[in-house]
């Protein structure tokens, strides 16, 4: 017996076959070039040279190539169709009932991944490059988790060693993920650790140092530097992180084009830009060709307002100065962690390509508090039964926002996003908001110095 076209009305899934091959790159099309990355020894544009000795060479390649397309190896695709990918594209019908709105809120898959979230379409490709040149082990700090243990899997799956610096903070208070990494095999330190000099200097003062994602970067780093079969991996923010995850957006393209459907607004959230851009950027280049007006909305937390009240400037990349100075939305590199449940949103500056997009007018960005983000998570838990990551909680307020406008002017618009990750590893945060312990905050003062006038 076959399911009736009612039923299946809008879940629109591909089949293994017509998974994307190649992954789009948006630099060649950005509407400016991208601005260099800069050595801020010399302020001269970083010789790409000098990142061989911190990333996979695939990658390097992959991070200032102006190829449109990228084809994905056969091993990558292999590994994203027992993710498994193609990820279905679901129409949120109970959502709009409940809303009563005429618009149509369409959203992407990737909480599915074993990782429970986007992260693996790029830790995937990291590895992936990583085994092919001969790289022993993988080396990235990790805040929350998510991009740790994405990482951790990945490893396993191509037979890499695989070391996560994790601030400290989150080892003790969110063991969870940590088993999650150790049962894929990883060694997870707690940062900072006693295994680099940086470590060591911060742990000899304070034995129960908290740390922080800028010192764990930094571990990382030195790690890396100190071993010639090791590689360092980052979970966003760069180019090549973004082009991998356009492999969302492609997808997505595809499967609207298979219900003869366009979004007119695509919204998501922002930490560094990686899984906005994935999803967006495949829309967004029909956007820069003037073939479509769609509304690209960016969102942040209040706490970390990087694209709402940050300046667009050269910043360093990592609050410990090791890295080149990128041009950014930031919020300063010494930007102290904000008191908010959203681990992945807590980064200061924002991908340069999404930056860039911004600046020129073609995205828009909003913000918002905690709390209103929560109870938009918990309407999308009662009215299509999935527990959301707080950080994608942040996009589905926007789009519960907008379809509650469209319900005022009458619009029929189509409201697109990325559901990019389940928060089954945050119902500590989800128990604070249902007993009115969660704090909004946002910085009264935002500091960000100057480097390149
Ligand atoms: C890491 C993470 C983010 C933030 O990172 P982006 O690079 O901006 O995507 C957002 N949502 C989830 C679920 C994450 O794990």
Known sequence: MKVSESVKEHTVFLN???????????LPDLPAPPDPYLDPGDMKPVNPQKMLRLFAQELVMQEISTERYIKIPDEVLDAYLRLPRPTPLVRAKRLEAFLKTPAQIYYKCEYLSPAGSHKPNTAIAQAYYNMKQGTERVVTETGAGQWGSSLAMSSALFGLKCRVYM?????????????MMETYGAEVLPSPSNNTKFGRSLVEKDPEHHGSLGIAITEAVEDTLTDEKTRYCLGSVLNHVLTHQSIVGLEAKKQFEMIDVYPDVICGCIGGGSNFAGFAYPFMTDKLKGKTNTDFVACEPRAVPSTTKGIYTYDFGDSGEMTPLVRMYTLGHKYAAPPIHSGGLRYHGKAPSLCLLINKGYMRSVAYHQNEVFEAAKTLAQTEGLITAPETAHNVKYAIDEALRCKQTGEKKVIAFNMCGHGLLDLQAYDDFLNHKLQDWEPTEINVPTYVK
């Open 16 to 26: 293994p076959d017509e998974i994307p091959t190649s992954w789009y790159n948006i």
């Open 167 to 179: 601030v400290r903070i989150s080892y003790k208070q969110k063991p969870g993920r940590r088993v």
